[in-house]
């Protein structure tokens, strides 16, 4: 697939919008400001807070500012993707930090 000189324009718009604005955190975040719509979370980005907090051990508070929501967010949408015994499970045998 060709990419467009207006695709490396609206990329290259979106990477200004990441750097110049302190709100931005994600690529997809800075894709919705160009189009003028609120960025809404998905399941693939639930995951990603899933994996980052049990496998990387990001704390909830770090991940309240890569994704510019709550802590009472993060952890309902962890707890609500994850089962708690595998929870337990995983953050015992990966030695997480837990929050």
Known sequence: ???TSIDLRENISALCVAILRDDIAIPEQAFAVLEGK???LT???TWDMVRLHLLE?????????IYG????AIHH???RH???EELKELKKSRRCKIV
Not at 57 to 65: A, C, D, I, S
């Open 38 to 40: 609120k960025y809404e």
């Open 77 to 79: 949408r962890i707890t």
């Open 82 to 84: 994850t089962p708690y």
């Open 43 to 45: 399941e693939k980005d």
């Open 69 to 72: 929501i709550g802590y009472s």
């Open 1 to 3: 697939m060709q990419e």
């Open 57 to 65: 051990g990001v704390t909830f508070r770090e991940l309240e500012e």
